[in-house]
Every structure is written in C-alpha cells, then in structure tokens.
T-cell receptor, first 113, second 113 residues
Framework: AQKVTQAQTEISVVEKEDVTLDCVYE???????LFWYKQPPSGELVFLIR??????QNEISGRYSWNFQKSTSSFNFTITASQVVDSAVYFC??????????FGDGTTLTVKP | NAGVTQTPKFQVLKTGQSMTLQCAQD?????MSWYRQDPGMGLRLIHY???????DQGEVPNGYNVSRSTTEDFPLRLLSAAPSQTSVYFC????????????FGPGTRLTVL
C-alpha cells in the first residue's frame, strides 16, 4: 500500500517569510509520480508540479521551489517571500503505475499581512 | 473547453435514498476518478477508470458504484445514502494513467440527513 504523510496540519507565517511544506511518502513501487496541488479558499484544486520517481532534479518556478529526495522519500515544497494570496490548503499526492492516486491530508497555510 | 463539469453542485439526501453524481470531461482524457474530501482528511480515492469500460476500486469504494460507458462521462452512484457519506465529492480527469496532472471539477457538496 502507498501512503503520503503531510505532518504539518497548519502553518501560519507573516507575509514575506519563507515557508516549507513537508511531504513524506511510502511506496514499494520503483516507478511512481509525485504531485503538489493547491486548494485556495474558493475550493477548486489547482495543479502545481509533478515529478517522476527517476527524476530527482529540483525545480524552481518563480517563488516556488521543490526538493525531491528519494533517499528520504520526501518531496518538499518551499514558498519564498510568501504572500497573502498563497493562503490555501496544499496537498501532496503520489500516483502509482496503475494510475491509483493517494493524497496526503493537506497542510493549511495562512499568510498574514 | 469546459474542462471537468460536475452536477449537481449541492445535494441534500435522506438516509436510504439513492442518487447519481454526474461528471463529464471534454478533453478526451483516458483517466477519470472520483474522490471524497472530508474535513481535515484530504482527498480519498473512491473509484477510478483508466478508459471506457474499465473501472477499479480506490481506497473507499463501499457504498458507491461507477461505470464508464463513454470516454466523456463517469457517473458516481450512491446506492443507499448514509450520513457517513456526507462530504464534498470531486471528479477528476487526466490525459493518461500516471504522469500528467489531474484536472478537477468544481465539486459536489452532499449532505445526508
């Protein structure tokens, strides 16, 4: 069975602070896919990034960056210089080769002005 | 493109009633899935389909049925509603089975009294 753990239930920061959201996963598969999604207060789910299990290259996109480490089974997400609009619930997810997806319970990020 | 559409947006049922949540996508995606989102628990996979005529169970399939007769549609049937099925239901589609991101519908908020 596969599992995704987001240990941080809620995080609160002040605008312009950097914040890292942790994601740890468990799987016996050698091929799998990792994702981050954002759910703002309006409720829709928005895709942020994906990674293959064989691609450990970290990525930076504007204020967002992702650190994928197979050795620790982690796929962490950092927001630099956070803004109020970043306030949302963030979900980490894992998809196996059969197409079955497992989501973490989410981290609620509140950015205060 | 309308993307992924879900109807209804809100529904109230009495215990024991049955109903069908509708989901349709116009992106010709192979993969479709149903999730439920309960407070603080993230998204849990109910059923998924990797193509027309093919469905499989997710993490929490009991009490729900699905079928996939066309690529576009993936209805979710509640056989005999129970208060434990009170939740927000999201339908999603993806171009293929694994690598690409999921596109989510706006959700259906279901209350079972």
């Amino acid at each position: 069975a596969q599992k995704v753990t987001q240990a941080q239930t809620e995080i609160s920061v002040v605008e312009k602070e950097d914040v890292t959201l942790d994601c740890v996963y468990e799987t016996r598969d050698t091929t799998y896919y990792l994702f981050w999604y954002k759910q703002p207060p309006s409720g829709e789910l928005v895709f942020l990034i994906r990674r293959n299990s064989f691609d450990e290259q970290n990525e930076i996109s504007g204020r967002y960056s992702w650190n994928f480490q197979k050795s620790t089974s982690s796929f962490n997400f950092t927001i630099t210089a956070s803004q109020v609009v970043d306030s949302a619930v963030y979900f980490c997810a894992l998809t196996n080769n059969a197409g079955k997806s497992t989501f973490g319970d989410g981290t609620t990020l509140t950015v205060k002005p | 493109n309308a993307g992924v559409t879900q109807t209804p947006k809100f529904q109230v049922l009495k215990t024991g009633q049955s109903m069908t949540l509708q989901c349709a996508q116009d992106m010709n995606h192979e993969y479709m899935s149903w999730y439920r989102q309960d407070p603080g628990m993230g998204l849990r996979l109910i059923h998924y389909s990797v193509g027309a005529g093919i469905t499989d169970q997710g993490e929490v399939p009991n009490g729900y049925n699905v079928s996939r007769s066309t690529t576009e549609d993936f209805p979710l049937r509640l056989l005999s509603a129970a208060p434990s099925q009170t939740s927000v239901y999201f339908c999603a589609s993806r171009e293929d089975r694994t690598y690409n991101e999921q596109f989510f519908g706006p959700g259906t908020r279901l209350t079972v009294l």
